[in-house]
């Protein structure tokens, strides 16, 4: 499996796949950087990947997407879900999600292509994360959420049943979301109110 970031947060997609025994990690990164504990960093190159798969571990949604893009028509795009975490038999997850310690997804929820599901987070049941979504560490979505693509839910945000939240949005730390919230809005505060609202994608 290739890591494509050498990160903090590719330090943690090395332990979700040690967790899982995966043999052949591989490091890249566009950048020169130094060995991450044992692993050497390389430079990209497609061409000695062809039966290999990937995850991308970029933090930043909108960054995630541009190199997902770059990359789609050179490498297969695997998933890192860590042992420690609960996956639904009946949720699905889509290539280059990756799954942290201590995550719940309950049953018929749908997580899209390339999402981050942050330690500990919970999502119940029937929700839909679009794609290049970030949940952070102890977000929770309660029932039937929906969460468009780009978004980046907070660290402990909490979003109550049945809402709506629109692609490319900001919901800050510790925010309760107790109403829809409109594409490239930025939400903050208990309850959450919007601050910004920006006209196109990122």
């Not at 970031?5 to 899982?20: C, P, Q, R």
């Not at 039966?51 to 190199?67: D, F, L, Q, W």
């Not at 050179?74 to 038999?89: E, M, P, Q, T, V």
């Not at 310690?101 to 749908?110: H, K």
Request: a neutral charge; hydrophobic letters at 40%.
């Amino acid at each position: 499996m290739i890591v494509y970031g050498a990160s903090g947060h590719g330090k943690v997609i090395i332990e979700i796949l040690e967790s899982n025994d995966v043999q052949g990690i591989r490091i890249w990164d566009d950048a020169d950087k130094p060995p991450m504990w044992q692993y050497p960093v390389e430079k990209p190159a497609p061409e000695t990947a062809a039966n290999e798969e990937a995850v991308i571990s970029i933090g930043v949604n909108a960054t995630r997407k541009k190199v997902a893009a770059k990359l789609s028509g050179f490498l297969k795009f695997g998933r890192a879900i860590h042992k420690d975490a609960y996956l639904s038999k009946r949720a699905t997850v889509g290539e280059g999600t990756v799954i942290m310690a201590g995550v719940r997804v309950n049953a018929d929820t749908q997580i899209g292509k390339h999402c981050i599901v942050n330690t500990c987070a919970s999502i119940d049941h029937d929700c839909v994360l679009e794609d290049f979504v970030h949940i952070s560490p102890n977000a929770t979505l309660s029932g039937d959420v929906r969460v468009g693509e780009g978004t980046h839910i907070g660290s402990g945000a909490s979003v109550i049943q049945g809402i709506r939240i629109g692609k490319w949005c900001t919901i800050g730390a510790g925010a309760a979301v107790i109403r829809d919230i409109p594409d490239h809005s930025t939400a903050v505060g208990v309850p959450a109110r919007i601050i910004k609202t920006k006209t196109e994608d990122k």
